[in-house]
């Protein structure tokens, strides 16, 4: 089944410890993105990878890392979680975004993470 | 400056009644796409539709039906005969197809419950 797999879906940490949320999709596809939700905020995008190795910083960027070694793997690293990173967090992929068009983003179910 | 607006926040119906969900995207591109994704209790982002902008044939999709008006830079969702399955956030999300900000445009969303 093609799937964009996230883990954990949720978390409740404390302020400062470091974390990664995984994200893994078997669709073979070359953009990989990050978002956050919030309340009144809608969905924004913190980090995108149009391939292997091309990563680059989208709306809020700031407190988050990422990388991108393999196709599949995007994970999203926060080095120092601050409460205000509690949110509810998406990873989805698709076949090649931007110049190369719009193509449909297929999402992860969703990690909920709580910093305490 | 790109924006798009989902002007109802929350909306309540009772079952199979109409409901139409409105988008508007203000944008001096005469190009773009305009995508639809569904945000059910469970919490995942479901894609729903993908139109382009110099298609304005209205799509209908068993009871899911689109209207897109570029002279009122309008993309419509209607559902028909409404279901509490229908019970869901839906996201209009514009994605420019010129300069160099080609990305999804998330609306903030559309809170619809359907009731029994």
């Known amino acids: 089944e093609a799937q964009v797999t996230q883990n954990p879906r949720y978390l409740i940490t404390v302020t400062g410890k470091k974390l990664t949320v995984t994200c893994s999709q078997n669709m073979n596809h070359e953009y990989m993105s990050w978002y956050r939700q919030d309340p009144g905020l809608g969905l924004r995008q913190i980090y995108y990878s149009m391939n292997v190795e091309v990563t680059d910083k989208g709306d809020v960027p700031e407190g988050y890392k990422v990388s991108r070694k393999e196709k599949r793997n995007f994970p999203l690293i926060l080095e120092s979680p601050s409460p205000n990173q509690t949110s509810l967090y998406f990873c989805?992929?698709?076949?090649?975004?931007?110049?190369?068009?719009?193509?449909?983003?297929?999402f992860g179910a969703g990690s909920r993470l709580t910093v305490l | 400056a790109q924006k798009v607006t989902q002007a109802q926040t929350e909306i309540s119906v009772v079952e199979k009644e109409d409901v139409t969900l409105d988008c508007v995207y203000e944008t001096r591109d005469t190009t773009y796409y305009l995508f639809w994704y569904k945000q059910p209790p469970s919490g995942e982002l479901v894609f729903l539709i993908r139109?382009?902008?110099?298609d304005e044939q209205n799509e209908i999709s068993g009871r899911y039906s689109w209207n897109f008006q570029k002279s009122t830079s309008s993309f419509n969702f209607t559902i028909t005969a409404s279901q509490v399955v229908d019970s869901a956030v839906y996201f209009c999300a514009p994605f420019p197809n010129a300069g160099n900000n080609r990305k999804l445009i998330w609306g903030l969303g559309t809170s619809l419950a359907v009731n029994p």
């Open positions: 989805a992929s698709s076949s090649r975004q931007g110049r190369a068009g719009a193509n449909v983003l297929t």
């Open positions: 139109r382009n902008s110099f």
